[in-house]
């Protein structure tokens, strides 16, 4: 009799651990978890955005001392966009979100006009330095774009689990202090196409 209410009692607790394996409770931390590592990526690659400025700063004051307002403004803009910083922690707080945004696109805005500024030096296109420093910046910033995606989806992800059932019971119950995750949005200028004048 013994054996047979053990028996049962593994059957029982088996199968309630099948059960609650399938049933979405731990999709939110992983979700959750997944969004955070995202966001890290997206840190990481604005970092390494951050670095390769003084170098193409830099190579390019070399051949363009009069072209200080731009270089300053580059320089200004990289200190703003460094000062601002996002851990995971903050990336349910939409404002917060948006501050790091607007001083990242400054920092791309300063970097457009520098890169605008080589056109007016051919030595300076011609230098295998600006050159390297130049692709450098255009690869950082295609992989600034994948991470945002990526981190846009992650957020989605985690957000549509805290409302969709089942993981909205476990949102509701076990897991209440679970707050969306700010998306990036685009800028009010990046609506309008930009001009390009010769």
Same mark, same amino acid.
């Given at each position: 009799?013994?054996? +047979?209410?053990? *028996?049962?009692?593994? #059957?029982?607790?088996?199968?309630?651990?099948?059960?609650?394996?399938?049933? @979405?409770? $731990?999709?939110?931390?992983? +979700?959750?978890?997944?969004?955070? !590592? =995202? *966001?890290?990526?997206?840190? /990481? &690659?604005?970092?390494? =955005?951050?670095?390769?400025?003084?170098?193409?700063?830099?190579? #390019?004051?070399?051949?363009? %001392?009069?072209? %200080?307002?731009?270089?300053?403004?580059?320089?200004?803009?990289? !200190?703003?966009?460094? &000062?601002?910083?996002?851990?995971?922690? &903050? +990336?349910?707080?939409?404002? %917060? #979100?948006?501050?790091?945004?607007?001083?990242?696109?400054?920092?791309? @805005?300063?970097?457009?006009?520098?890169?605008?500024?080589?056109? !007016?030096?051919?030595?300076? %296109?011609? $230098?295998? $330095?600006?050159?390297?420093? &130049?692709?450098? +910046?255009?690869?950082?910033? $295609?992989?600034?774009?994948?991470?945002? =995606?990526?981190?846009?989806? /992650?957020? =989605?992800?985690?957000?549509?689990?805290?409302?969709?059932?089942?993981?909205?019971?476990?949102?509701?119950?076990?897991?209440?202090?679970?707050?969306?995750?700010?998306?990036?949005?685009?800028?009010?200028?990046?609506?309008?196409?930009?001009?390009?004048?010769?």
């Amino acid at each position: 009799m013994m054996f +047979l209410s053990r *028996w049962r009692f593994f #059957v029982v607790v088996a199968f309630l651990g099948l059960s609650v394996s399938g049933c @979405g409770y $731990n999709t939110i931390p992983t +979700l959750e978890e997944g969004a955070k !590592a =995202r *966001w890290a990526e997206v840190q /990481a &690659q604005y970092q390494r =955005r951050a670095d390769l400025i003084p170098n193409l700063v830099a190579t #390019v004051q070399g051949y363009a %001392k009069q072209e %200080k307002e731009v270089l300053t403004s580059v320089a200004e803009a990289r !200190a703003k966009a460094t &000062q601002i910083r996002i851990d995971a922690s &903050q +990336l349910t707080d939409p404002e %917060k #979100v948006k501050q790091f945004q607007e001083a990242q696109a400054q920092l791309s @805005g300063a970097l457009g006009r520098l890169l605008a500024v080589s056109e !007016a030096y051919p030595d300076l %296109k011609s $230098n295998a $330095n600006f050159l390297a420093l &130049q692709s450098q +910046l255009e690869g950082t910033e $295609n992989r600034i774009n994948v991470a945002r =995606r990526d981190y846009i989806e /992650a957020a =989605r992800d985690y957000n549509l689990a805290l409302r969709t059932f089942p993981t909205l019971v476990w949102a509701k119950t076990l897991f209440a202090d679970a707050k969306p995750m700010a998306e990036f949005t685009a800028s009010d200028a990046a609506q309008s196409a930009p001009q390009v004048k010769f």
